[in-house]
């Protein structure tokens, strides 16, 4: 599994993030980004989750 990265956090690797769980566990109707160089990984939809490539 990839490292949990937190929401707003800058200068991630581009690419497809999927939202996960505080511990990285998967939840119904997760959130999915794309980001590109430069951006900023986008807020989660509930407080404590984080994202993950």
Do not use: C
Request: proline share 15%; hydrophobic share 20%.
């Amino acid at each position: 599994m990839s490292d949990l990265i937190k929401p707003g956090t800058d200068n991630q690797r581009p690419g497809k993030y999927h939202e996960v769980g505080p511990r990285g566990g998967e939840f119904p109707n997760p959130k999915h980004a794309t980001i590109e160089p430069g951006d900023r990984l986008p807020p989660a939809s509930k407080k404590g989750n984080k994202w993950t490539k």
